[in-house]
């Protein structure tokens, strides 16, 4: 496969990401914004810079977060994605079934991120399956497996709760012995196929055919291209996820990544927009 060749949105003032393994604690800082607001010149000197001024809009407008910057490493299977194909924001989120901080992730933000962007039009969600190490690998593959009856988004829902267990994440402490040993059984293919299984039929996925998809060379095939391009774009561990070609890797609360897509709404508009937090009261 040609891994292509991804330049992004320069991110060091919209987003600083820290990508760190699944047992260890994500640190995030989306507080210092470049909107991309042109700099205001005064009303005497305007007719002077009026070419300055132009030239340095279309480099901004060449520079702000866009759609079009997803193009390399957008999904084919629509299977894989969720919301308006024409939303102004579109998020790839390189994940695994495999991976405690995804299931925390779906369970604990992802909620109301379908509710406030992806229902409202504002976002459309592409996943792509990478495993972060090779004990990911089964959960990765689960997520081929039901992409492929188009049965992803349904599993989504049921599995990755079930990965990322009950309360809130350890962010502020050790997981325990007893915990990880429990992650570990779930992680694993024996635990991943089980609650598969369980779920197929509410689900409606065909569970044998399932576990063909699952074995197959094809699988493995589109799980290494999900990888290959996670790599190419720099991530090393999941969640990881570019909304408009700016990065953000490990996860956060929705509050945290309310402000994130509300900023990058901004910045790619230039409209500001009243969604998710901002609404509440």
């Known amino acids: ?12 003032g919209l987003a600083a990401f820290t990508l760190l393994d699944d047992d260890e604690v994500p640190i995030i800082d989306t507080s210092e914004i470049d909107t991309g607001t042109p700099i205001d010149t005064d009303d005497d000197d305007a007719a002077d810079t009026d070419a300055d001024t132009a030239d340095d809009q279309a480099s901004s407008e060449q520079e702000r977060p866009s759609p079009e910057w997803m193009d390399p490493i957008r999904v084919e299977n629509p299977s894989m994605a969720i919301g308006d194909p024409d939303a102004p924001m579109v998020m790839v989120a390189f994940e695994s079934f495999g991976c405690l901080w995804c299931g925390n992730f779906h369970r604990l933000t992802m909620p109301q991120v379908y509710d406030e962007y992806v ?32 049965r992803y988004w349904e599993l989504a829902e049921v599995l ?3 990965i990322s267990g009950d309360g809130d994440p350890p962010t502020d402490r050790d997981l325990s012995a007893s915990e990880i ?32 998809d699952y074995r197959s060379d094809e699988a493995r095939r589109l ?19 570019v909304v408009n070609g700016v990065p953000l890797g490990g996860w956060v609360s929705f509050e945290t990544f309310d402000e994130f897509l509300t900023s990058i709404l901004d910045a790619s508009t230039g409209t500001a927009e009243s969604v998710g937090s901002d609404t509440d009261g």
Do not use: C, H
């Open 181 to 212: 040993g429990g992650y570990r059984e779930r992680q694993s293919e024996a635990g991943l196929l089980a609650e598969v299984e369980r779920w197929s039929d509410e689900i409606d996925l065909d569970y044998e055919r399932f576990l063909m």
């Open 119 to 150: 229902d409202t039009g504002l976002l459309r969600v592409e996943s792509r399956m990478m495993p972060y190490e090779d004990r990911a690998i089964p959960g990765a593959l689960v997520g081929i497996a039901a992409g492929m009856q188009d």
């Open 1 to 12: 496969m040609l891994v292509p060749v991804v330049v992004f949105v320069a991110a060091a």
């Open 223 to 241: 799980m290494q291209d999900d990888t290959d391009i996670g790599y190419a774009v720099g991530f090393t561990g999941t969640p990881s996820i």
């Open 160 to 162: 990755y709760p079930f």
